[in-house]
């Protein structure tokens, strides 16, 4: 399974950009699909993450109210992440990941596969 998180750039403070996450080589309908980011310096932080089973959605407390994951309906292989009220500590690289068991958990070990990161910078 290939993964390709695309879709960052430089926004300023309180700006929005939507981040996707697609995959070349099978359906993302049915699969869990998490989010993480990584900031320099720091370790692999969860953002969020969508259930293959019943499509509920969990975020980490630090974006909760300010993104939002979604499942694009007609492009089955493609899953998004909604980024708005970006902030400065927002900056980071951005992964997609796919959990084959649906734990739809926060710990980047139990994601199977990872895509590419694309780099998000908030800044004035």
């Known amino acids: 399974v290939q993964l390709q998180a695309f879709g960052g750039g430089l926004v300023q403070p309180g700006g929005s950009l939507r981040l996707s996450c697609a995959a070349s080589?099978?359906?993302?309908?049915?699969?869990?699909i998490g989010w993480f980011r990584q900031a320099p310096g720091k370790e692999r932080e969860w953002v969020s993450c969508?259930?293959?089973?019943?499509?509920?959605?969990?975020y980490a407390d630090s974006v909760k109210g300010r993104f939002t994951v979604s499942r694009d309906n007609a492009e089955k292989n493609t899953v998004y992440l909604q980024m708005s009220g970006l902030k400065s500590e927002d900056t980071a690289v951005y992964y997609c990941?796919?959990?084959?068991?649906?734990?739809?958990?926060?710990?980047?070990?139990?994601?199977?596969?990872w895509g590419q990161g694309t780099l998000v910078t908030v800044s004035s």
């Open positions: 080589t099978t359906s993302l309908d049915n699969v869990a």
């Open positions: 990941a796919l959990d084959t068991a649906d734990l739809v958990s926060s710990s980047p070990r139990e994601y199977d596969y």
């Open positions: 969508i259930s293959a089973s019943d499509g509920s959605t969990y």
